[in-house]
């Protein structure tokens, strides 16, 4: 197994420019989340998805869009960068949606917007 | 709003003596506790989890203690050794309905760094 996947583990953007950072999992996993984490501060929930076809939003999400086409994918995606939105960021999963267990993260996308 | 906090952001501990972590969090209504480790460059990992109804909970050289009443979360690690040096994350959680899924709310972290 894999676990969590993410893609590209670096990107440099320009200010407006857009891109989508990429997340798979191989463990079947209903519950797939996006987190961004910035210096001296936590995980802060982004968009989050309980199954294929259906997502909600986090904490933070403006910025951001997320699909949930399959059960393995959940790419977010930024129409529009801005510096705000330089961070890591994580993907997670977990079988269980209501997370009484382990959430799986993935090794981070650092993402700089110039 | 509430929120999940640490009150050391950095512990140095002597290798071979005990850790102790602290959390504390604000949302009475949270019902399950996580606490991650995360290694430079890597994204957290699991470590061990508490449910409100319990007050402790022991793992492989690591015991967590939920304090309900003072809402204080604290993680324990005995023999701290040199690979125990990374940032500590409590997180809480409340059960929500399947629908509607659930959120964590993790706090700002921890650097435990440990010293031969």
């Known amino acids: 197994n894999a676990g969590v996947t993410q893609t590209p583990k670096f990107q440099v953007l320009k200010t407006g420019q857009s891109m989508t950072l990429q997340c798979a999992q191989d463990?079947?996993?209903?519950?797939m989340s996006w987190y961004r984490q910035d210096p001296g501060m936590g995980l802060r929930l982004i968009h989050y998805?309980?199954?294929?076809?259906?997502?909600d939003q986090g904490e933070v999400p403006n910025g951001y869009n997320v699909s949930r086409s399959t059960t393995e994918d959940f790419p977010l995606r930024l129409l529009s960068a801005a510096p705000s939105q330089t961070s890591v960021y994580f993907c997670?999963?977990?079988?269980?949606?209501?997370?009484?267990?382990?959430?799986?993260f993935g090794e981070g996308s650092r993402l700089t917007v110039l | 709003g509430e929120n999940v906090g640490l009150h050391l952001p950095t512990l140095s501990v002597q290798e071979g003596d005990n850790s102790i972590i602290n959390c504390a969090y604000s949302?009475?209504?949270?019902?399950?506790f996580i606490w991650y480790k995360q290694e430079s460059g890597k994204g957290p990992q699991f470590i061990i989890d508490?449910?409100?109804?319990?007050d402790k909970r022991q793992g492989q050289r690591v015991t967590v203690l939920l304090n309900k009443t003072v809402k204080h979360l604290s993680l324990q690690i005995a023999a701290t050794q040199p690979g125990d040096s990374a940032v500590y994350f409590c997180?809480?959680?409340?059960?929500?309905?399947?629908?509607?899924?659930?959120?964590?709310?993790f706090g700002g972290g921890t650097r435990v760094l440990v010293k031969p």
């Open positions: 949302n009475s209504a949270s019902d399950y």
């Open positions: 997180a809480e959680n409340i059960y929500m309905i399947k629908a509607a899924g659930n959120k964590l709310t």
């Open positions: 463990m079947n996993h209903e519950y």
């Open positions: 997670a999963s977990s079988y269980s949606t209501d997370l009484t267990g382990e959430l799986f």
């Open positions: 998805s309980v199954g294929a076809g259906i997502t």
């Open positions: 508490i449910r409100s109804n319990m």
